[in-house]
């Protein structure tokens, strides 16, 4: 057997070596950015690796499929249509109010607000590391992903997209400590900022002060503020406060509404005012036989 | 083009680590995986240290960071400074009781968890939460049976 030290360089000299290179590679993505197309690139080739993650998940949800039985699957049916059509009521509904609202909004000379698009999404992976909450999700710029855009599940808001490789796209989630979301008080417009925590079930909001007029259970909607979010959804519901007068300020706590610790299924949101454009399945299909034809 | 003999298999296990470090788990265990990447990594360090050195170490902590979507070079820093004691003292490792040796594997993977903590600290304001910490625990109960594992798995596939 070869020992370690009869050729090449000391095993300190090594150490030091590789301590450089990996200080460098920090170096150039934490300080210089520079690392952007590297890490998008990277991103793709290791996708089959979160793809083979979610397998076993994939062929267990498949064998149950398999395994439901044809009563079941009727009445999981009969669910779902009666499902349909509250839901097509509450539409009809929704539509009206909607045509009323651009009506009124145009006799006050405001900008009559759009509509936007989405897309679903099927989670990969979930990023383990405690300090950063992130979920791969399983569409990329190949779908008309963009860095910066907002997720949803169907209670509310989930994060964001940070970056984009092909297939994939990873979103930092609400609950994470680097992030922080403007919101606003859906009882009296009290506009506030929640920051994630590190906590999945719990977001703290900042410099509040200990005279606001908040409660416990108010309701938190995105405010629209800084572009990323659309304005209106629902974020989350307040379950602490905590007016000590030693603090400087309140400490609130809010509960956000989308279950970030199951997320399953989200939603990719294109606001109305986007450059970019969801491109579906179909439409990439159709691109590619024009593109033979 | 010669190979040497059993690289398939090493490359299979660190995928398998890799897999596992990203798979999606119930969130009340979530808090106790297993650091699969070091502890395959540990292994392979101290019984085929001829062979898996700096540049896997290196490899495989980019691979992470990617994986995780953490600056680059976290996880790399911390498996590379994980791993000198481990290439410095095999030998000694190596003849160890497999007890004994749960208690530097618990050592060592606190050092790496402490080092990605105060580099993510510095860089990305992250905050101290005593979970982070639960791995060490979890990890140090599993190794025994990894090493055994492994070993078979090593003497299976001549990976020499």
Avoid at chain 1, 10 to 34: C, E, K, N, P, Y
Avoid at chain 2, 95 to 112: E, G, H, P
């Amino acid at each position: 057997m070869k020992s370690l030290f009869e050729h090449g360089p000391s095993l300190r000299t090594r150490l030091l070596l590789a301590l450089i290179v990996a200080g460098a590679l920090m170096f150039l993505d934490h300080r210089l950015q520079t690392m952007q197309p590297v890490r998008s690139f990277l991103s793709t080739a290791t996708a089959p690796v979160q793809y083979l993650a979610v397998l076993p998940e994939e062929v267990m949800d498949r064998l149950v499929y398999l395994a439901t039985t044809r009563s079941a699957l009727r009445e999981d049916n009969q669910r779902l249509r009666d499902e349909l059509l509250g839901l097509q009521m509450a539409v009809q509904r929704l539509n009206f109010l909607e045509n009323e609202n651009a009506r009124l909004r145009q006799l006050l000379g405001s900008e009559v607000r759009a509509a936007s698009r989405r897309m679903a999404a099927e989670v990969v992976s979930v990023a383990t590391d405690p300090f950063s909450h992130q979920v791969v999700i399983n569409k990329g710029y190949q779908s008309g992903v963009y860095e910066g855009q907002p997720v949803l599940d169907n209670r509310g808001i989930v994060g964001q997209v940070v970056s984009v490789a092909r297939n994939t796209a990873r979103v930092l989630l609400i609950s994470d400590q680097s992030h922080a979301i403007s919101l606003r008080a859906e009882r009296n417009d009290i506009r506030v900022i929640a920051q994630g925590t590190g906590s999945l079930t719990q977001l703290e909001l900042n410099f509040i002060p200990h005279s606001a007029e908040l409660q416990e259970g108010d309701v938190l909607v995105s405010s629209g503020l800084g572009g990323v979010f659309p304005e209106g959804y629902p974020v989350a519901e307040i379950n602490l406060i905590n007016r000590d007068e030693r603090l400087q300020y309140a400490q609130v706590f809010v509960t956000p509404y989308a279950q970030l610790d199951r997320v399953r299924t989200l939603l990719l949101l294109w606001p109305a005012n986007a450059q970019e454009q969801p491109i579906f399945e179909e439409d990439m299909e159709a691109s590619e036989v024009n593109d033979v034809g | 083009m010669w190979v040497k003999s059993g690289l398939l298999p090493l490359l299979f296990s660190y995928l398998l680590a890799l897999v596992l470090t990203i798979m999606p788990i119930p969130s009340v265990l979530e808090p106790w995986r297993p650091d699969w990447v070091s502890l395959v990594l540990l292994y392979w360090l101290i019984a085929i240290p001829h062979r898996v050195g700096f540049g896997t170490v290196l490899v495989m902590g980019l691979l992470t960071d990617i994986l995780m979507g953490s600056t680059f070079g976290i996880y790399a820093i911390a498996l590379v400074v994980m791993a000198y004691p481990a290439l410095r003292h095999f030998q000694r490792i190596r003849n160890y009781s497999l007890t004994q040796q749960l208690i530097i594997v618990a050592v060592l993977i606190l050092m790496k968890r402490v080092i990605v903590y105060e580099l993510e600290h510095v860089l990305n304001d992250a905050v101290f939460n005593l979970p982070y910490l639960y791995p060490v625990l979890s990890s140090a109960i599993i190794w025994p049976w990894l090493f055994l594992i492994l070993r078979r798995y090593r003497r299976r596939y001549l990976i020499r």
